[in-house]
């Protein structure tokens, strides 16, 4: 079983970039495709973007297209989300997440398509 713990969160101003870390433990990376999500205070927990096991595929909603890259780096059992020209609206709690082996290599926009979840790293982007 895998065990995932994100870093990098912050407070930065609007058009300021951060890079989100997400360290895996406990299992091979390699084993997962994995995504990332996010959550803002009254909202539900949406799709952000999301890498194949080997990281040749990715997908990303079309309200961070152009704007964060999603990559990884299997040796250091690391997955990034690298987030430039932050706006307001991305202000939320990031979490990484595992999809588990059994579902192949595709990538899930849907929260439940995930078995492991980190414990979120807050970002919060000011006007």
């Known amino acids: 079983q895998v065990q995932l713990v994100e870093s990098g969160g912050g407070l930065v101003q609007a058009g300021g970039s951060l890079r989100l870390s997400c360290a895996a433990s406990?299992?091979?990376?390699?084993?997962?495709?994995m995504g990332w999500f996010r959550q803002a205070p009254g909202k539900e927990r949406e799709f952000v973007e999301g890498?194949?096991?080997?990281?040749?595929?990715?997908a990303y909603a079309d309200s961070v297209k152009g704007r964060f890259t999603i990559s990884r780096d299997n040796a250091k059992n690391t997955v990034y989300l690298q987030m430039n020209n932050l706006k307001p609206e991305d202000t939320a709690v990031y979490y990484c997440a595992a999809r588990p082996p059994r579902f192949g290599d595709n990538i899930d926009t849907r929260v439940g398509g995930y078995d492991y979840w980190g414990q979120g790293t807050q970002v919060t982007v000011s006007s």
């Open positions: 406990g299992s091979t990376l390699s084993m997962y495709a």
């Open positions: 890498i194949s096991r080997s990281g040749g595929k990715t």
